[in-house]
């Protein structure tokens, strides 16, 4: 099965879209046209990418550890137990 590394796409993909808002919080920071104050916006650039760097780790460890699966040998099962 393949769901590990489907999962850890579609983690990856969601911390590809917190690098980019972080990105666009970080490209307005000189915008005077906005309600946000600079304190908040640099709180908020921090966190986004420090959610995305942890979403990252733990979507390239889900991927590893569907590879190991892959690469092991399919169980038996137990016939009497039938």
Wanted: one cysteine or more.
């Amino acid at each position: 099965m393949n769901s590990g590394k489907s999962r850890s796409g579609l983690i990856g993909l969601v911390a590809a879209y917190l690098i980019y808002i972080a990105y666009e919080l970080y490209q307005g920071r000189n915008d005077p046209k906005t309600t946000m104050t600079p304190a908040v916006r640099i709180i908020c650039i921090v966190f986004f990418g420090v959610v995305s760097v942890a979403l990252l780790v733990y979507a390239y460890r889900i991927w590893k550890q569907g590879s190991r699966e892959e690469e092991k040998p399919p169980e038996k099962e137990d016939e009497s137990l039938k």
